[in-house]
C-alpha cells in the first residue's frame, strides 16, 4: 500500500523537502541538525515537547521546530495523526545574513489563536507543498520552490524570528562534523568525553567543542545526553526491562541522573511515562507509521485548508512589506 510520504530535492537552492502525514505514537526524541520541522495536528490530542516547551496541541494546532532544537511528541487520544513538514534550513537563505539560522518560538498555535489567518496561511501552504509533492511531474520543482518561498516570508513577516544559531558553509567542516555524530552514535554508551572525541577527530579540544556547537547548535555534552535519552526513550517503550538496568545500558550514570533529564525534558518521570503506554500506539525507534494517501482525515483536511486558506491570501503580507520591516 503506497504511503502519505514525499519527498522533493532542489538542487540548485541546495533545499530537500519532505512531506508526510501519520500516526502519532509514543514519543519519539530527535532534532534535526540542518531541517526545520513543520507539524499540523490533523485529528486528536498530541503532546509536544519542543526544547523544555511542553504543549498540549489539538485539531489544526500548528508548531514549527527550528534545527537543532530537541522535540519529541507522543498521542494523547486514539487516531491522532498529523501533516508534517520538513525543509532545509538553506529555506531561508535569501531573507537572513548569511549562515544563520532562525528560530520562531512564536509559532506555536493555542485554542486562542489557531484559527487567525496567520495559521490558516501556514496550514494553507503546507497542504499544497503536500499536493505538489504528492502528484510530482515537470513543474513539480518550480511549484515547490515558490511555494516554499511564500512560506518562509510568511513566517518571516508574521512569527517574529529570532537568531538561534550560526552555520559554517565549509562543506569540509561539515563533513567533519557528521563524522564525529557518527562516532557519538557509536560510542554514546561508553564513558565519551570531549577528549576522546578530539582524538578520534585528530584536531584539538576547543576546535572540536566550538565546530561541535556551530553544526548542531548545542554543546557535546548536551548532544551526547539528547541521543542517551533518545535510546533510553526507546527501551523504556518496547522492553520490560527495570529503569536503572535502561540507564546505564544507554550511558548514564545512575537512575537519578536519568530521571531528573526525564523530568527536564518530558515533565514526568520514566516510570509515569511507562505506565501511560498503550500498547496498541508503541513503535520502535524511529518508525513512522504513514496514512494512506486516500485517507479520509487526510483528504478533508487538505481540501479544508486548501479552500480556507484561498480566501485568505489576498490579505497576507507581500515580499514587499517584509523588505520593508528589515
Request: proline share 4%.
Amino acid at each position: 500500500m503506497d504511503s502519505a510520504n514525499y519527498e522533493l530535492d532542489l538542487p540548485r537552492e541546495n533545499i530537500h523537502i519532505r512531506c508526510f502525514a501519520h500516526n502519532i505514537m509514543n514519543y519519539r526524541y530527535h532534532w534535526h541538525v540542518d531541517d526545520y520541522e513543520l507539524s499540523i495536528l490533523l485529528y486528536g490530542v498530541q503532546s509536544y515537547c519542543r526544547g523544555s516547551e511542553n504543549s498540549l496541541l489539538h485539531e489544526d494546532d500548528v508548531i514549527l521546530t527550528a534545527p537543532g532544537n530537541g522535540h519529541a511528541s507522543m498521542t494523547q487520544a486514539a487516531d491522532t495523526c498529523a501533516l508534517v513538514l520538513h525543509f532545509s534550513a538553506a529555506a531561508f537563505k535569501p531573507l537572513v545574513k548569511k549562515g544563520v539560522v532562525y528560530q520562531f518560538p512564536s509559532c506555536r498555535s493555542t485554542d486562542a489563536d489557531r484559527s487567525e489567518p496567520r495559521y490558516r496561511v501556514i496550514r494553507f501552504y503546507a497542504s499544497q507543498l503536500f499536493r505538489i509533492l504528492q502528484q510530482g511531474g515537470p513543474y513539480a520543482q518550480l511549484a515547490a520552490k515558490a511555494t516554499l518561498e511564500l512560506l518562509t516570508i510568511h513566517l518571516c513577516t508574521q512569527f517574529e524570528p529570532k537568531n538561534f544559531n550560526t552555520l559554517p558553509e565549509d562543506l569540509e567542516r561539515r563533513a567533519i562534523a557528521r563524522r564525529l555524530l557518527e562516532y557519538v552514535e557509536e560510542h554514546y554508551t561508553s564513558k565519551l568525553t570531549l577528549e576522546d572525541l578530539a582524538d578520534y577527530a585528530q584536531y584539538n579540544r576547543t576546535y572540536v567543542s566550538t565546530l561541535f556547537k556551530q553544526i548542531v547548535g548545542i554543546n557535546f555534552h548536551e548532544y551526547l545526553t539528547r541521543v542517551r535519552f533518545q535510546h533510553a526513550l526507546n527501551d523504556l517503550a518496547i522492553t520490560n526491562d527495570n529503569l536503572t538496568d535502561i540507564a546505564l545500558r544507554n550511558g548514564f550514570a545512575d537512575l537519578k541522573t536519568f530521571n531528573a533529564r526525564f523530568r527536564a525534558t518530558l515533565q514526568r518521570t520514566p516510570a509515569e511515562y511507562r505506565a501511560s503506554l498503550s500498547p496498541d500506539r508503541v513503535v520502535d525507534g524511529m518508525t513512522r507509521r504513514f496514512l494512506a494517501p486516500d485517507d479520509p482525515i487526510l483528504q478533508k483536511k487538505l481540501a479544508e485548508y486548501t479552500h480556507i486558506g484561498i480566501c485568505l491570501l489576498y490579505t497576507s503580507p507581500s515580499p514587499r512589506d517584509y523588505a520593508a520591516s528589515r
